[in-house]
Structure formats: structure tokens, C-alpha cells
């Protein structure tokens, strides 16, 4: 089992940035990719960003150039710096980390981030 530990949400004005992390514990090997995604109410979960144990990294469209995945493997950690926020960024934001073999997804607890205009 794998247990994912959220922290740094809150509440920001518009052009604002904010930082989480996630800790990742227990029977972590074999996890490869760590990310967050995020869920508006009303909408479906979606990809925020992505990043391998090696480091490559995935964006959606609507964060790239605001956002940066980074991770410490070191520490089992994925972090999410987020900059230059839109009220539309507004959910609860959810860290990832999947494993491969044999396929599966654990998730954290979520953390809401509030953009006000």
C-alpha cells in the first residue's frame, strides 16, 4: 500500500501562486510517474501535470508556462509550483502516483485551492 500526504493548499488572490507537495510512504517501489490532478465541481477529475521517476514531464495545455511538476526522489516527494493562478484553477487538487506492474493508481486525500478574483 501506498499512502500520498497532501499539503500547501489554501486560498489565493488572482496572479497569485501557490506550492504543494506530496509525500508518498510505504511500498513505494515500482511506483514510476507521480502528478496531480485537479476536480471542479460539476466537472470530471483531469490531468494537471505528470513527471517520471526520470523526470520527464506532462502538462495540460491550460497550466503550461504557469505550472512546474518537479520531485525528489530522495525524499519520495512530487511538488507542484503554481504561478500567475486563475479563478479557473479554482478544485481540489489530488496527487498521483501510478504503478505499472501491475497497473494501479493511488491517490491523495486532496486539497482544495480557492483563486478569488
Known amino acids: 500500500q501506498v499512502r500520498l500526504v497532501e499539503s500547501g493548499g489554501g486560498l489565493v488572490q488572482a496572479g497569485g501562486s501557490l506550492r504543494l507537495s506530496c509525500a508518498a510512504s510505504?511500498?513505494?517501489?515500482?511506483?514510476?510517474?507521480m502528478g496531480w490532478y485537479r476536480q471542479a465541481p460539476g466537472n470530471q477529475r483531469e490531468l494537471v501535470a505528470t513527471i517520471t521517476k526520470g523526470g520527464s514531464t506532462n502538462y495540460a495545455d491550460s497550466v503550461k508556462g504557469r505550472f512546474t511538476i518537479s520531485r525528489d526522489n530522495a525524499k519520495n516527494t512530487v511538488y507542484l509550483q503554481m504561478n500567475s493562478l486563475k479563478p479557473e484553477d479554482t478544485a481540489v487538487y489530488y496527487c498521483?502516483?501510478?504503478?505499472?506492474?501491475?497497473?494501479?493508481?493511488?491517490w491523495g486525500q486532496g486539497t482544495q485551492i480557492t483563486v478569488s478574483s
Open positions: 510505504g511500498s513505494i517501489f515500482g511506483i514510476n510517474a
Open positions: 498521483n502516483a501510478n504503478r505499472p506492474l501491475p497497473l494501479y493508481d493511488y
